[in-house]
């Protein structure tokens, strides 16, 4: 058996996290590395002190059959990339790159599609994070430059438009 590399055993330990989610839709995990240390761990959840969504036994955002990724407002749960930019200080994560996973909840399946809403990736920027590193398959990940997500702001209309 080879030596996994780097940013697998990083995705494992943020797959490792979101098994502490608490959606009812979808469970993601988040780890912050810099300098090859982890800095912080996020997993979405509702704010401390507060009942989650697998405690209620239901999803608002569900029961309204609402699609992934719209009306984040009637969503209970900090998502994990807050989680895990909340958890550490800005000084120790600038130039970092967050690791991200997501599973279906009810399926327990690797999310192919997983990728930080545009509320978190306003975070992620003004964090100064470098790179996010998103699990694919279980040994595949893409990288996303931060950078590009600056350049290609998401807030703006789509030209010609």
Known sequence: ??????????????????????????????????????????YNGAPRGRKNCDDLGYCTRQAMNIPSGQRYELCRSVHAEANAIISAARSDIIGGTLYLAGRDAATGELLSDATSCSMCRRLIINAGIERVVIRRTKTEYSVVHVEDWVREDDSLPAEGH
């Open 1 to 42: 058996m080879g030596r996994i590399d780097k940013e697998n055993y990083y995705l494992d330990i943020a797959e490792t996290v979101l098994e502490r989610a608490t959606c009812l839709r979808r469970c993601y995990g988040a780890i912050i590395v810099k300098h090859d240390e982890i800095v912080a761990t996020g």
